[in-house]
């Protein structure tokens, strides 16, 4: 374990980085823990920004991690919005935006993901937006108003979330997502045509294989705006320009004063880059968490880490792995024993369904579903050989808890009485262990 006369600095004050904090203090660290956040508040969760306050059903003190006065208790120190700049290895010490340095011995790498740009013309018009921090939720928040006319771009957990907040808050919505279905690198096709067919449904104009040719200004050909709003017919729209609209390859403008650009994430490896610590796809981790540099780990979305159920590295985004990860840095740096790790697992709210997800279902051969989609409660499991890869559970907390004891377990599952309704889950869960 490092002493008390140690430093652990943590940079980026997120879900990882503020669990990795409490945890240190929790698995019995006593010596000076910094926490660096870019931001200029508390750690907060992300999940709700999509969801409970995007519709204004959640306010700030719901959103913190830990209210300010469990860092005094803990003596742990904020540096809110002060972003780190550089990273000297050699000296282990970082360089802050303002100047300032902070000497550490062991150093954790918090430091998220970005949005990816959807680089074509007109995507710095006005009204064009993403959904990753509070700034963006605060934002989002003001702009869609009565009138306002979204388009999400993305059919993905985040896009998806979005569209159905803002029909529950009875806006018009339009979804273009490139890919000829929903949730189509996380979920198989029964859910994702569950979720499509539950969007239109609720009103959505849902577009699969949309091709997006540009963003265009108010008062653009074929766009409406106010009088005088800026913007050549057809053009993409001078600095500072309101949107208009989105243009897509086959000509068509889909009106919108607001877009939702949704389209996946960039893990932020420029400090880590720059200092030479390996990065492939995010920054590369062993098992402890742990980086390149023995006296770095990183963690949450930034971090490429083994996948302990399924034998190879992956990256994930997910308060799970940001938990995890902060849990095996944490213990790590205490020495503690390594915590076990889970089964990887995700969840999404919209309208009044919940999916949870357990496990990652890339390479499976057989799907089973089991219950019913039009009943608005159904599961289906993804195998490989007759052992489980995943679940997506859709309002069956049943089949989410069973999924949870067997995915990665390798044992190997009686197909048959899977597909049987009749089946108790706790049973077979049981049997399947034994």
């Not at 802050?96 to 959807?118: E, N, P, W």
């Not at 921090?133 to 993305?154: K, T, Y």
Request: glycine content about 12%; overall charge neutral; hydrophobic content about 45%.
């Amino acid at each position: 374990m490092e002493g008390s006369d140690s430093t652990v600095a943590i940079v980026g004050a997120g879900h990882a980085g503020g669990n990795a904090a409490a945890l240190l203090r929790q698995y019995g660290f006593e010596g000076r823990i910094v926490l660096i956040g870019a931001e200029p508040v508390l750690p907060y969760q992300r999940p709700p920004l999509s969801k409970a306050y995007l519709k204004g059903e959640a306010g700030l003190e719901r959103l913190w991690l830990k209210p300010r006065a469990f860092y005094d208790e803990h003596r742990i120190e904020l540096k809110l919005g002060a972003a780190a700049e550089s990273l000297e290895r050699a000296s282990k010490t970082l360089v802050l935006a303002d100047g300032s340095r902070v000497h550490y011995d062991k150093l954790i790498l918090a430091t998220g993901s970005t949005a990816r740009v959807l680089a074509i013309p007109g995507h710095d018009l006005q009204g064009v937006v993403e959904l990753r921090s509070l700034a963006d939720a605060d934002m989002l928040r003001e702009r869609v108003q009565p009138g306002e006319r979204l388009v999400v771009i993305g059919a993905g957990y985040i896009g998806l979330e979005a569209a159905a907040s803002a029909r529950q808050l009875g806006h018009a919505v339009t979804v273009l997502e490139a890919a000829p279905r929903v949730l189509g690198r996380v979920t198989g096709v029964a859910v994702s045509a569950f979720y499509a067919g539950e969007h239109r449904a609720k009103g959505v104009d849902l577009r699969l294989d949309a091709k997006i040719e540009s963003f265009v200004a108010a008062g653009a050909q074929g766009t409406s705006g106010a009088p005088g709003a800026p913007g050549a017919p057809g053009a993409p729209g001078a600095p500072g320009a309101r949107l208009g609209g989105v243009k897509l390859a086959s000509g068509e403008i889909v009106p919108a004063t607001v877009a939702l650009v949704g389209i996946g994430v960039m893990p932020n490896v420029a400090l880590a880059q720059a200092a030479g610590v390996v990065c492939t796809n995010g920054v590369q981790v062993d098992a402890d968490a742990r980086t390149s540099d023995p006296d770095i780990f990183a963690i949450g979305d930034c971090a490429n880490r083994p996948l302990a159920h399924y034998g190879r590295m992956g990256r994930l985004e997910s308060v799970h792995n940001a938990v995890e990860l902060a849990k095996l840095a944490a213990a790590a740096i205490a020495g503690k024993p390594r915590p076990a790790c889970d089964a990887p697992w995700f969840w999404s709210d919209q309208y009044d369904l919940k999916l949870q997800t357990v496990g990652l279902l890339e390479g499976y051969d057989e799907a089973v579903v089991r219950g019913d989609p039009a009943a608005r409660r159904f599961a289906v499991w993804y195998l490989k050989d007759q052992t489980l890869l995943a679940v997506d559970a859709v309002n069956s907390m049943p089949d989410f808890l069973c999924a949870r004891k067997l995915v990665g377990s390798g044992a190997k599952l009686d197909i048959d009485a899977l597909r049987d309704p009749a089946t108790d889950l706790a049973t077979f869960a049981a049997t399947a262990l034994a």
